[in-house]
Structures are given as structure tokens and as C-alpha cells.
């Protein structure tokens, strides 16, 4: 399906396209980049919020690498995964934010969301979110929820109304301590270890490993 209109809306300050079918069906997709309204900018708007093209990934991954900096997730994604939604806020054609959202049905996670450091607290991960809400709502999904490690990130989902409904440790075991709790079979060696665990186990867990994260699970409801 091919959304053909373009509303241009200002959200916190920036101009944001909400892109929306005429024939009845809806898409998560938005407008295409050609079939934009070609319209008078507001003057000095921060970036465009708009659908991912692949032409962006080379500061798409940029931007996600130096926006998890100083993060507690040191996994740097060498290529980008696709997903169902995928939104970038650009300036000048250069990705400063991003936010992936795999829909599988009426629940949809968020995958990736991060802005570059030089441009946080602008509002631009809210003008993104606000953009993927409206188009999920239009898709009919119920639910939109994060896995969250780190309390700027918490901070920012908990303004955005998300709430916590569970949370867990992850241990990410060291080649020297997987040793301590795993043995592999068939002559392999565990390097190392990604391992849920019980949030009631955080004391013990934090005497035995180096890694130890507390990860929340947050939510925000979309619709009744
Ligand atoms: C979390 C993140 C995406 C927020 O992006 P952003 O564009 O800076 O967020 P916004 O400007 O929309 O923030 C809106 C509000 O969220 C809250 N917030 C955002 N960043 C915050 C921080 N570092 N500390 C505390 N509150 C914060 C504030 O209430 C803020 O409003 P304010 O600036 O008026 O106080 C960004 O900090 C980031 O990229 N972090 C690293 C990546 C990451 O951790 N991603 C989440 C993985 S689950």
C-alpha cells in the first residue's frame, strides 16, 4: 500500500511528517521521500523525522555506536538489522536519531532507540516515538514495550509513560568467570556467557561477576 499523505506537523519544536494511507488499509510504512509535499520549512527546524532509507546506514550505525556510549551496552553492531518500523531523525541528511520497532502482532518492541550525543535532550527520541506511536495505533497495536538497562534511558521511558512490569539480572560472564558456572560438552569452550538470572539473586550475582546489569521491562499501552 502506498500512504500518499503527508500531514506536517511541529512537535516539540521540529518538523515532524506523519504519513497517512487514503485507501482505508494502513502501513507502517509512511510517505515516500517522493511523494512529499515540497512545503515551506519552519525556520531552523532540528531534523526530519522519517522512515529509514539505505542510504542512511552508514551514520545510521554511526549514530547508534556513539549514541550507546558511556551506555552499559557495549555490543556495537557492525550491520543493521531491518525491522518492521524503522524511523530516523535527520539532520541534513544525517542520521542524529534513530528508533527501530518490530511488530509481530499487537504487542510491538522496541529495538533500537538512540540519538547522537551531540543532540540529546532536544526532544528528538520523543518526536520519534510520538511519529511510531501514531502510526502503531493506526496498524491497531495494543502495546509497545523496551527492555531498559541504563536510568538516563529508564528516565526517558518513565517521562514518555511507559511503566515497569518486571525486571531481571543480566550477567554477561567474562571468559574467566563462565568457567566458575558453565562446562561445554563435545570439546568446546565457553569465551564467555550472556545469562538471565533472578533479580532476588543481585547480591550474590554481583560478588561472582564482574557484568551484572538490572534490566527492566517497561510499557506503554496504545490502545484499550
Ligand atoms: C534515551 C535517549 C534515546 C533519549 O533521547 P533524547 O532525544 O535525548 O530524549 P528527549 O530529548 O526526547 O528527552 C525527553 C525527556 O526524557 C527525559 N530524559 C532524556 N534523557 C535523559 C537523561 N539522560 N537523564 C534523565 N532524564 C532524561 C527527560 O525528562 C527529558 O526531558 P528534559 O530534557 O526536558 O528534562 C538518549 O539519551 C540515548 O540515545 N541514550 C543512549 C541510548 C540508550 O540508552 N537507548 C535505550 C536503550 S533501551
Not at 497517512?20 to 509512511?30: E, I, M, N, P, Y
Not at 518490530?102 to 535532550?121: F, K, L, N, T
Not at 569465551?191 to 538470572?197: E, F, H, N, R, T
Request: a negative charge.
Amino acid at each position: 500500500m502506498v500512504a500518499d499523505d503527508v500531514r506536517r506537523e511541529r512537535v516539540g519544536g521540529e518538523v515532524v511528517d506523519a504519513a497517512r494511507g487514503r485507501t482505508g488499509g494502513l502501513s507502517l510504512l509512511g510517505a515516500s521521500r517522493g511523494s512529499e509535499v515540497p512545503e515551506e520549512r519552519e525556520p531552523g527546524p532540528l531534523a526530519d523525522i522519517r522512515d529509514y532509507e539505505t542510504a542512511d546506514e552508514p551514520s545510521w550505525l554511526r549514530c547508534r555506536v556513539l549514541g550507546l556510549l558511556g551506555t552499559s551496552h557495549h555490543d556495537v553492531w557492525q550491520v543493521r538489522h531491518r525491522t518492521d518500523l524503522e524511523l530516523v531523525a535527520a539532520g541534513d541528511n544525517v542520521v542524529i536519531g534513530l528508533l527501530d520497532v518490530s511488530v509481530p502482532g499487537a504487542e510491538a518492541v522496541i529495538d533500537a532507540v538512540a540519538v547522537h550525543p551531540d543532540h540529546q535532550r532536544r526532544g528528538l527520541a520523543s518526536a520519534l516515538l510520538e511519529q511510531a506511536l501514531r502510526r502503531l495505533e493506526r496498524c491497531g497495536v495494543r502495546t509497545l514495550e523496551a527492555w531498559v538497562q541504563d536510568d538516563p534511558a529508564l528516565a526517558w521511558f518513565e517521562r514518555l509513560g511507559f511503566v515497569e512490569t518486571e525486571r531481571h539480572l543480566r550477567v554477561h560472564a567474562s571468559a574467566a568467570e563462565v568457567g566458575t558456572v558453565l562446562s561445554a560438552k563435545h570439546g568446546l569452550e565457553p569465551v564467555g556467557a550472556v545469562l538471565d538470572v533472578r533479580i532476588e539473586r543481585e547480591t550474590e550475582m554481583r560478588q561472582r561477576f564482574e557484568r551484572v546489569h538490572v534490566r527492566r521491562r517497561v510499557i506503554r499501552r496504545i490502545r484499550p
